[in-house]
T-cell receptor
Framework: DGGITQSPKYLFRKEGQNVTLSCEQNLNHDAMYWYRQDPGQGLRLIYYSQIVNDFQKGDIAEGYSVSREKKESFPLTVTSAQKNPTAFYLC?????????????FGPGTRLTVL | KQEVTQIPAALSVPEGENLVLNCSFTDSAIYNLQWFRQDPGKGLTSLLLIQSSQREQTSGRLNASLDKSSGRSTLYIAASQPGDSATYLCAVRSGYGGATNKLIFGTGTLLAVQP
């Protein structure tokens, strides 16, 4: 059963903590993405990766970090430097990184700062 | 800078009605446009993808059109059902800043279909 999985579904963070959100895909897609969704705003791109061992900053990368050591995995770390991390985080993938490829999304992780 | 706008922000219709959701974008230099559905607290489900060279795509009761020159797309839902209730998001794939991977999203239309 192919798809994108994200874990955990809900995550709570204390002030000053780093947390890591997991994203795994078994679609054999080269490109993966992280978006953030806030109420009343459209989704915004945090980081993207076109291929293993490569990643690029999106529009709102400050306070976040990523790695792409395996094709199927693209974890996102929300660091203590991110001042307003409470949001819904969505991971996506596409078969290639050209502008014509369709993106598919995971179920999301809701992060709340206590 | 590419901006995507969706009107209306919310829509309530009785079951069985045909309806149209609107999406507009400011720059016609796009690779494609995608329509998504999002249920509360869930991820995005891709409904239709229209490449820049295409004028429309159809899937079941859904039909999406694209007019690049005017910067507009519409999503037509025929014979609406309560199960269609969700937020519908429009996104364009734009090449600004070299980031051809970036989807630029509208803020969505919240649709409620009343039984």
């Amino acid at each position: 059963d192919g798809g994108i999985t994200q874990s955990p579904k809900y995550l709570f963070r204390k002030e000053g903590q780093n947390v890591t959100l997991s994203c795994e895909q078994n679609l054999n897609h080269d490109a993966m993405y992280w978006y953030r969704q806030d109420p009343g705003q459209g989704l915004r791109l945090i980081y993207y990766s076109q291929i293993v061992n490569d990643f690029q900053k999106g529009d709102i990368a400050e306070g976040y970090s990523v790695s792409r050591e395996k094709k199927e995995s693209f974890p996102l770390t929300v660091t203590s430097a991110q001042k307003n991390p409470t949001a819904f985080y969505l991971c996506a993938s596409s078969i290639g990184h050209t502008g014509y490829n369709e993106q598919f999304f995971g179920p999301g992780t809701r992060l709340t700062v206590l | 800078k590419q901006e995507v706008t969706q009107i209306p922000a919310a829509l309530s219709v009785p079951e069985g009605e045909n309806l149209v959701l609107n999406c507009s974008f400011t720059d016609s230099a796009i690779y494609n446009l995608q329509w998504f559905r999002q249920d509360p607290g869930k991820g995005l489900t891709s409904l239709l993808l229209i490449q820049s060279s295409q004028r429309e795509q159809t899937s079941g009761r859904l039909n999406a059109s694209l007019d690049k020159s005017s910067g507009r797309s519409t999503l037509y839902i025929a014979a609406s059902q309560p199960g269609d209730s969700a937020t519908y998001l429009c996104a364009v794939r734009s090449g600004y800043g070299g980031a051809t991977n970036k989807l630029i999203f509208g803020t969505g239309t919240l649709l409620a279909v009343q039984p």
